[in-house]
Nanobody, 127 residues
Framework: VQLVESGGGLVQPGGSLRLSCTGS????????IGWFRQAPGKEREFVGA????????YVADSVKGRFTIFRDNAKNTVYLQMNNLKPEDTAGYFC?????????????????????WGQGTQVTVSS
């Protein structure tokens, strides 16, 4: 079972990136998926989450109105669309699966609710 993130890179402030989280050995369409980020010297931070069917999504207040989560279960992929990026968005971004449930835990914003993690992709926002 493996999650693989891709799509990170260097972008100027105000720019956009789309991150992908693809499953290998796991059917992402059967699970809730979360996105987290971690900057050097800081704790892992919740970014957003989506239920197995995409019917419900959550995003952190810090990215609301700029980031969107959606999924294509036919491609076994969950996406994080990031617009109007800011330098403070610079971090490693990780996707995670909660293999225990299709929906999301009531505490979906806690990293310990997820049991399978990808290796992360780096996003750097800088001019």
């Amino acid at each position: 079972v493996q999650l693989v993130e891709s799509g990170g890179g260097l972008v100027q402030p105000g720019g956009s990136l789309r991150l992908s989280c693809t499953g290998s050995g796991i059917i992402l369409g059967q699970h809730g998926i979360g996105w987290f980020r971690q900057a050097p010297g800081k704790e892992r931070e919740f970014v957003g989450a989506i239920t197995w069917n995409g019917g419900t999504t959550y995003v952190a207040d810090s990215v609301k109105g700029r980031f969107t989560i959606f999924r294509d279960n036919a491609k076994n992929t969950v996406y994080l669309q990031m617009n109007n990026l800011k330098p403070e968005d610079t971090a490693g971004y990780f996707c995670a699966a909660d293999q225990r449930r299709r929906w999301l835990s009531d505490t979906y914003y806690r990293a310990n609710e997820y049991d399978t993690w990808g290796q992360g992709t780096q996003v750097t926002v800088s001019s």
